[in-house]
């Protein structure tokens, strides 16, 4: 039975909020590489009618239409996370490093209580509904890995490399051998399939580097989709890049749900201390227009607490 690892992010472009990458497994019988088809009766998209079954999809269509509710209850149930605090929920997703550079963050509240949308409740029984679905159609997720950026690292890769795209980059490297790890109680094929990043096609050099034991060879590379073959390993990786890979893949699609689940919880932190500080001010997604008008108000409040700029504004 072959894994198909999905990764995508969420908060590329905000000049507020951390960048939150995501690797989400899942494991398919051969035949069904999206896993739409299998889990058909147990899963629906966002265009599909409300019928009981457990919403997973591109967090664009689920976040503006069904809210954090909706984000929650389907990360929480198909990836088991259910720990009562946010602190568990990092613990249990982030990759090494990612809890301490949260931990220097001053807006993170790891205590807070969890779920903090949707109810314990709902998500039990989704997670009771799934399971048992997943069970028969022999599938199952695995692990999830998320690489979790706030402003002042975001702004130190950027000062090193001169390019956010390197934040990117180097978040995929960390996460595709995060994944495998998750996985190495086996050594069933892999697909690795990804967003493309920037519209690019060229893709070798930079799962050279997540594979630096491997021999990566270039299958396709085309606007379509950039496909790689990974040589030398002890299982069959493949790894692709493809625009709207999250219409193509259920674990793509779960792992967009994952990103934007996390950063909103973030967020939702990241409001509520500059709330506390400038009584009144109206909170921010963090993306470009509203970000200047929420950075201009906070200003006089991070000079008082002694945050310099980097601390709170991506600078690209």
Not at 37 to 60: M, N, Q
Request: net charge neutral; hydrophobic share 45%.
């Amino acid at each position: 039975m072959p894994w198909v690892v999905g990764i995508d992010e969420a908060g590329y472009g905000p000049n507020l909020g951390p960048l939150v990458q995501a690797a989400v497994p899942l494991r398919l019988p051969a035949g069904d590489p999206s896993g739409w088809e299998v889990l058909k009766s147990h899963v629906r998209r966002a265009h599909e009618k409300d019928d009981g079954r457990l919403l997973i999809d591109d967090s664009k269509k689920v976040y503006p239409r069904d809210g954090l509710g909706a984000l929650e209850r389907g990360v929480r149930a198909a990836l088991i996370l259910l720990d009562p605090t946010v602190g568990d929920l990092f613990r249990k997703t982030a990759l090494p490093g990612v809890r301490e550079e949260l931990a220097a963050e001053s807006w993170h509240d790891p205590a807070e209580l969890a779920p903090v949308a949707a109810t314990h409740e709902t998500v039990l029984a989704a997670f009771t509904a799934l399971s048992v679905g997943l069970g028969a159609a022999g599938a199952g997720f695995g692990p999830a890995v998320a690489s979790v950026v706030p402003a002042p690292r975001f702004n130190r890769i950027c000062d090193k490399f001169g390019s956010k795209g390197a934040v990117l980059a180097r978040g995929l490297v960390e996460l595709i051998p995060a994944a495998l790890d998750a996985m190495k109680q086996d050594r069933e094929p892999v697909v690795i399939l990804c967003d493309k990043q920037g519209g690019r096609n060229y893709y070798a050099a930079l799962v050279q580097q997540a594979f630096p034991d491997g021999w990566v060879v270039a299958e396709r590379e085309s606007a379509a989709e950039s496909r790689y073959r990974v040589e030398q390993l002890d299982r069959t990786v493949t790894v692709a890049f493809r625009p709207r890979a999250d219409g193509d893949s259920v674990a793509v699609a779960l792992a967009s749900m994952l990103c934007k689940y996390l950063r909103e919880v973030c967020m939702r932190q990241f409001n509520r201390f500059w709330a506390t500080h400038v009584p009144g001010i109206m909170p921010t997604a963090g993306y470009p227009g509203d970000a200047r008008r929420f950075y201009a108000e906070i200003r006089p409040a991070m000079t008082k607490l002694g945050f310099s700029e980097d601390q709170v504004w991506r600078k690209r």
